[in-house]
């Protein structure tokens, strides 16, 4: 069976060679001069296991978090009745116009007030409050989808309400949390701004800050930079590769009834 006709192919072959010519790019790039030596000397000098241990904890946390409460507010929103609920869920929502550099003063403020200066807590729960709308967009649509006849059964056979998160809903929004999982993975492990202002200290900045310390007032080395940043995406093309099927199936999430 014919697939693709021959400008389909030909628009799809264009558009995945100029998503491949940065990439060529960069690697070229990064291999001028000292070749592989680049590598070797962005992993000694720049700190780059000890960066990818601490860009691994403030994802993992920020990750598990995110999906946790934009699930269970999902459902709340989705599925239980309460005062003010549509006025709250806008309200939340509102947060999707919120750029990351309108909380630098609030969140700079709040950290000196706690004490979290160069502590992971620093930089998690901004990210927290960044990514918190999309996800629960994305849930509560995917918690609004689901027959209705599913709750009515379940209320039947005698389940509460954690139950019927827990038991009903849960297992049929899966591919909407792993969305929501990986978007905020990707977010947070390239995110730069935040990172940089609030953690000053080396042994706990994250691997999106490795290529600054290749820079310097008068000099740049830039295939150095180009390394760090190849070394720094590896582990998001390998998650993608690995769960690109389950990414595709969250966007195809809550698409219908």
């Known amino acids: 069976m014919k697939i693709l006709g021959r400008p389909s192919l030909v628009l799809v072959t264009t558009l995945a060679v100029v998503w491949a010519l940065p990439l060529v790019s960069l690697v070229a790039n990064s291999l001028e ?14 700190g780059v296991l000890t960066s990818l241990v601490n860009s691994a904890i403030i994802t993992a946390t920020t990750v598990t978090a995110v999906v946790l409460i934009t699930s269970l ?10 005062r003010f609920r549509n006025a709250t869920y806008a309200v939340l929502l509102t947060g999707l116009m919120l750029p990351a550099g309108a909380i630098l003063v609030p969140f700079a403020q709040l950290n000196r007030a706690l004490g979290w200066g160069n502590t992971y807590a620093a930089v998690i729960f901004p990210y927290i ?21 599913l709750f009515e059964a379940a209320a039947l056979d005698g389940a509460g309400v954690w139950r019927m ?7 049929l929004v899966v591919p909407a949390a792993s969305l929501v999982a990986l978007w905020t993975f990707l977010s947070t492990w390239n995110e730069f701004l935040l990172a940089l202002l609030f953690l000053n200290d080396p042994a706990v900045q994250p691997v999106s800050v490795i290529p600054l310390q290749f820079q310097q007032q008068y000099f740049i080395d830039v295939p150095k930079i180009f390394a760090a940043l190849l070394l720094s995406q590896l582990p998001v093309v ?13 966007l195809l999430a809550g698409t219908g009834k």
């Open 165 to 171: 998160f827990r038991s009903v809903a849960m297992p």
């Open 129 to 149: 409050a960044l990514f918190f709308p999309l996800g629960l967009l994305l849930l509560k649509n995917a918690f609004d989808n689901l027959p209705d006849e």
């Open 73 to 82: 507010a999902g459902f709340a929103f989705s599925r239980l009745r309460f």
């Open 238 to 250: 390998i998650l993608y590769i690995v769960t690109q099927r389950r990414f595709n199936l969250g």
């Open 33 to 46: 001069r000292d070749g592989l030596g680049n590598y070797a000397a962005v992993i000694q000098q720049g």
